[in-house]
């Protein structure tokens, strides 16, 4: 069945460096996608979204990134900080739906080195 | 309001008996949905309500499950005569009947069959 993925289980990067993250989708129906930050313990918290019709969107410090072309997402973190440390999830919605049923990928852990 | 609350936090049962889990919602918000969650892999969607009309239901939740949202607030999720594969977290989430609007997640309940 269609699936949402990530490339990598686990990234280490040093604080202060750009992370990037990434996410293949298979699901050409979604009309967007998200990104979760999950700290142990916690239930996944919000970051950042993009709908299937934009390519680039910017927060604070986040930038999500879509290749409808090759299916795939991005989440960069600009100067990750220790505090970023967290599993990330992306997660892709469809059919103008509430952003509530959504289909996740398994996660990439990040880690961030003093 | 602090938030998408749930209880309890952690629940140890033996197998073949019956749990049930309440999540409280973000009071506004007129979308509640279930999630869960095993280790190392991302939330799966459950069922969703909005009110208290419950408007889906995936295929992983099988007869042994119910969810109820009697009066549009808070919502139960009952497993009867739980078994080992049960074990998991169960998050719960909130948000309103909007396609833009994002959805929040609860703390979570840890399940745990023994």
């Known amino acids: 069945g269609e699936s949402v993925g990530l490339h990598l289980p686990t990234l280490s990067v040093q604080e202060g460096d750009n992370s990037i993250i990434n996410c293949a989708y298979s699901n050409s129906a979604s009309d967007y996608f998200i990104w979760y930050k999950q700290e142990s313990g916690k239930g996944p918290q919000f970051i950042i979204d993009?709908?299937?019709?934009?390519d680039k969107r910017q927060g604070q410090r986040v930038t999500v990134l879509l290749n409808k072309t090759v299916k795939h997402l991005s989440l960069q973190i600009a100067a990750t900080q220790p505090g970023d440390s967290a599993v990330y999830f992306c997660?892709?919605?469809?059919?103008?739906?509430?952003?509530?049923?959504?289909?996740f990928g398994k996660g990439t852990k990040l880690s961030v080195k003093p | 309001d602090t938030g998408v609350s749930q209880d309890p936090r952690h629940k140890i049962t033996k197998r073949g008996q019956n749990v049930t889990f309440r999540c409280d919602p973000i009071s506004e918000h007129n979308r509640l949905y279930w999630y869960r969650q095993t280790l190392g892999q991302g939330p799966e969607f459950l069922t969703y309500f909005q009110n208290e009309a419950q408007l889906e239901k995936s295929r992983l939740l099988s007869d042994r499950f119910s969810a109820e949202r009697p009066k549009g607030s808070f919502s139960t999720l009952e497993i009867q005569r739980t078994e080992q594969g049960d074990s998991a977290m169960y998050l719960c989430a909130s948000s309103l009947a909007d396609s833009d609007t994002e959805a929040f997640f609860g703390q979570g309940t840890r399940l745990t069959v023994v």
């Open positions: 993009i709908r299937s019709n934009m």
């Open positions: 997660a892709e919605g469809g059919n103008g739906g509430s952003q509530g049923n959504l289909i």
